[in-house]
């Protein structure tokens, strides 16, 4: 309407691909049209830069075995490569800002990729089912989005530092996984994220801040956890069904400045006071504890997670310190 000049680009084509021109003159790849196993894409198309591959551009087409993308790309859009299943290797260019939403999603037999120190953006659910068990992250990655290696084949991951957030169940299920560096910048550590793999230990960075719902839970054989006192959110039960937990006595279990959970069932009229320096308390903490009649909480919490005090009926009356700026959903509930 009014001034506003819009552009619409046609859909061109030559005997391999169909294409359309951006706005800035660059070339996004839509389907290819060929038959091929082995395809390297071409830097330009009818004398115009290759700079995107577009949504679904290879969507499903079994026959792809091996994919070259050159560095003129700077974009791999949403489902680019979803169910291509007989894709066993892809070369990714240095120019690779963006890796799209579901973009290698169910590859089966794709068990390595190196990302480039370029790329930022990594999808979600980017390899989700993919048959990975070996990834190398680009140094430039800023965060690693909801489920972007869901039930992956991992073994071990090293998170540069250059990431600042893990997102919701990236690496859920990814039942192999035994060995996690944790870079040094990660302050966000996602629901789920690590839930049921095969951590053996953890050793968390000094930034980190927050750790979300069931993010190591199911992480049988976890018995080492070092939190440091960054930290001063945890959701609920996230360190659930680990060794660490099973192996901590009943009563009140602080996981560095923030109180994890209270741990077997509670005497009925029991007061409790909380640590000073204490910053949270964690999702789900007294949960059901039916026998809590009076919590003492200091003037250094920051936060009090969902479910906290849920269920706790002779609870009658609470003090929230002003230093409280965040209250989870059902905290007191019934």
Wanted: aromatic share 12%; glycine share 12%; with cysteine.
């Amino acid at each position: 309407s009014g001034d506003a000049v819009w552009r619409i680009s046609r859909t061109e084509q030559t005997d391999e691909y169909s294409y359309r021109t951006l706005a800035d003159g660059t070339v996004q790849i839509l389907k290819y049209l060929g038959d091929a196993d082995s395809i390297e894409i071409p830097e330009r198309i009818d004398g115009k830069e290759v700079a995107s591959i577009g949504p679904g551009a290879f969507y499903e087409y079994d026959n792809l075995r091996e994919i070259i993308i050159p560095d003129s790309v700077s974009s791999i859009k949403a489902e680019a490569f979803f169910g291509c299943g007989g894709l066993e290797s892809v070369k990714l260019g240095l120019g690779l800002t963006e890796i799209g939403k579901r973009a290698f999603i169910d590859t089966d037999k794709l068990t390595a990729i190196d990302l480039p120190y370029s790329l930022t953006t990594l999808g979600e659910e980017a390899f989700l089912g993919s048959a990975l068990n070996s990834v190398n992250l680009g140094a430039g990655l800023k965060a690693i989005e909801d489920g972007a290696f869901y039930s992956c084949d991992l073994q071990k991951i090293d998170i540069p530092d250059s990431v600042e957030s893990i997102g919701e169940g990236a690496f859920e299920g990814c039942s192999s996984l035994k060995e996690v560096s944790l870079g040094s910048n990660v302050k966000f550590i996602g629901g789920y994220a690590f839930y049921d793999c095969d951590l053996t230990g953890i050793v968390f960075n000094g930034g980190v801040l927050e750790i979300g719902e069931y993010a190591f839970a199911g992480n049988q054989n976890l018995l080492e956890i070092e939190i440091p006192d960054s930290v001063e959110s945890i959701g609920r039960s996230a360190f659930e069904y680990t060794a660490w937990y099973e192996s901590q006595e009943n009563g009140i279990i602080y996981a560095g400045k923030v109180v994890y959970k209270y741990k077997g069932i509670m005497p009925e009229g029991t007061t409790v006071t909380v640590a000073d320096g204490t910053k949270g308390i964690a999702g789900a903490a007294f949960e059901y504890q039916y026998g809590l009649e009076e919590i003492v909480l200091p003037d250094t919490l920051t936060n009090i997670g969902e479910y906290a005090f849920y269920g706790c009926e002779l609870l009658t009356e609470i003090h929230i310190p002003q230093s409280v700026d965040e209250i989870g959903e059902f905290s007191l509930g019934y």
